[in-house]
T-cell receptor, first 114, second 115 residues
Framework: AQSVAQPEDQVNVAEGNPLTVKCTYS??????LFWYVQYPNRGLQFLLK??????LVKGSYGFEAEFNKSQTSFHLKKPSALVSDSALYFC????????????FGSGTRLSIRP | DTEVTQTPKHLVMGMTNKKSLKCEQH?????MYWYKQKAKKPPELMFV???????INESVPSRFSPECPNSSLLNLHLHALQPEDSALYLC??????????????FGPGTRLTVT
């Protein structure tokens, strides 16, 4: 069975510092990995995805993620955090055996202090 | 147009009421989804429509009844709900239900309160 883990419930970073939100996955075949962000009282917004190819994926709002097959990780990163990045972040995985489904991690609340 | 719209934004209903949630997308997407989300939790999949046919029902109670009148519209009919059904209900769509590389586009959600 496929699964996604986000080991940190909350990450606190000072504005201007780099940020990392961690995600590890478990699938039996090739993983298709996604990051979504959710602002308060809003739906989820797609940030970026890894399908195949380059292990460093660039996405919206200056975010990027690094796919590491040996460590089964897909950490979300940004070189310089903004206060407006404060939100709830979800890592997710899809697999061909259940194409219609997407499995979400538990979410990480990112808080950027001025 | 890369938007999924949902109406209403907020809904308060009694346990004996009947109401409906509406979702619309004009991106030509052929997969549409209903999710339920409790505070600070990930969305939980309820239903999936593939090419306007119900393809997945995640053992959702019959007091929730989905409907897909056409490829752009998705409804969720509510009847005899319980207070524990209070949550944010999210609609989403994706380009092709059979291809995993496509991301899902989410609407802003309907905040449902059952009294």
């Amino acid at each position: 069975a496929q699964s996604v883990a986000q080991p940190e419930d909350q990450v606190n970073v000072a504005e201007g510092n780099p940020l990392t939100v961690k995600c590890t996955y478990s699938v039996s075949g090739n993983p298709y990995l996604f990051w979504y962000v959710q602002y308060p009282n809003r739906g989820l917004q797609f940030l970026l995805k890894y399908i195949t190819g380059d292990n460093l994926v660039k996405g919206s709002y200056g975010f990027e993620a690094e796919f590491n097959k040996s460590q089964t990780s897909f950490h979300l990163k940004k070189p310089s955090a903004l206060v407006s990045d404060s939100a709830l972040y979800f890592c997710a995985v899809r697999q061909y055996s259940s194409a219609s489904k997407i499995i979400f991690g538990s979410g990480t609340r990112l808080s950027i202090r001025p | 147009d890369t938007e999924v719209t949902q109406t209403p934004k907020h809904l308060v209903m009694g346990m004996t009421n009947k109401k409906s949630l509406k979702c619309e997308q004009h991106m030509g997407h052929r997969a549409m989804y209903w999710y339920k989300q409790k505070a600070k939790k990930p969305p939980e999949l309820m239903f999936v429509y593939s090419y306007e046919k119900l393809s997945i029902n995640e053992s959702v109670p019959s007091r929730f009844s989905p409907e897909c009148p056409n490829s752009s519209l998705l409804n969720l009919h509510l009847h005899a709900l319980q207070p524990e059904d209070s949550a944010l209900y999210l609609c989403a769509s994706s380009q092709d239900p059979d291809r995993v590389m496509y991301e899902q586009y989410f609407g802003p959600g309907t905040r449902l309160t059952v009294t």
